[in-house]
């Protein structure tokens, strides 16, 4: 079963940037789309950006401008810079494979967000 972890979350003020990184166990990593999400307190899960194994990305509306995916295949890891941030990207960052449109594998712990002044 893969493995996800994510880390690099933490507390910034509103306008502040941060940069979360995932890295993912397996050796399909290469040829898989990524995704991240958040989920807010009392929240779904929401989607916000992905990546294709060619480096084709989306990002949701709220995001868009202001969030950046990318990925390193040496290393397994898919990364989501923010900047400009606002109060309601308060939330936990969550990475995930990608197969059928869906998140495939098992959630990670995933990593705190919190923007506060």
């Known amino acids: 079963q893969v493995q996800l972890v994510e880390s690099g979350g933490g507390l910034v003020q509103p306008g502040g940037s941060l940069r979360v990184s995932c890295s993912a166990s397996t050796n399909m990593f290469r040829i898989t789309t990524m995704a991240w999400y958040r989920q807010a307190p009392g929240e779904q899960r929401d989607w916000v950006a992905t990546?294709?194994?060619?480096?084709?990305?989306y990002y949701a509306d709220g995001v868009k401008d202001r969030f950046t995916i990318s990925r390193n295949n040496a290393k397994n890891t898919v990364d989501l810079q923010m900047n400009n941030l606002r109060p309601e990207d308060t939330a936990v960052y969550y990475c995930?494979?990608?197969?059928?449109?869906?998140?495939?594998?098992?959630w990670g712990q995933g990593t705190q967000v919190t923007v506060t002044s």
């Open positions: 990546i294709s194994y060619d480096d084709i990305t």
């Open positions: 995930n494979g990608i197969a059928s449109g869906k998140p495939n594998w098992n």
